[in-house]
């Protein structure tokens, strides 16, 4: 099992920055490819970013690249989501979740990914 746990969602002005945090404890969190995803009210769950194992490899949905950033820090278990020029259509609550893998890729699939998260309000006002 892997538990899984987002911070650092709150309210922000268009143009503003959050970064999110998920801790992982339980299993070996370098054997895992780490992503995150975002659901708004009324509609599904979509796909954010993406990072490898190792942090070599990541992949972003086009609606955020250039403008968000995701990392991970193997020795403390974390996982983050910086996101900058934040628009109202990012508000939603932003979730990570974990998938085992055994080679650096990444997976953008939320339906491979086993374990999730809570997940963070992320909130955006124009």
């Known amino acids: 099992q892997v538990q899984l746990a987002e911070s650092g969602g709150g309210l922000v002005q268009a143009g503003g920055s959050l970064r999110l945090s998920c801790a992982a404890s339980?299993?070996?969190?370098?054997?895992?490819?780490m992503g995150w995803f975002r659901q708004a009210p009324g509609k599904e769950r979509e796909f954010v970013a993406a990072v490898s194992r190792t942090g070599g490899s990541t992949f972003y949905a086009d609606s955020v690249k250039g403008r968000f950033t995701i990392s991970r820090d193997n020795a403390k278990n974390a996982v983050y989501l910086q996101m900058n020029s934040l628009k109202p259509e990012d508000a939603a609550v932003y979730y990570c979740?974990?998938?085992?893998?055994?080679?650096?890729?990444?997976?953008?699939?939320?339906?491979?990914?086993?374990?999730w998260g809570q997940g963070t309000q992320v909130t955006v006002s124009s």
């Open positions: 339980g299993r070996t969190f370098s054997n895992y490819g």
């Open positions: 979740a974990a998938d085992r893998l055994w080679d650096d890729s990444v997976t953008t699939n939320r339906w491979e990914y086993e374990y």
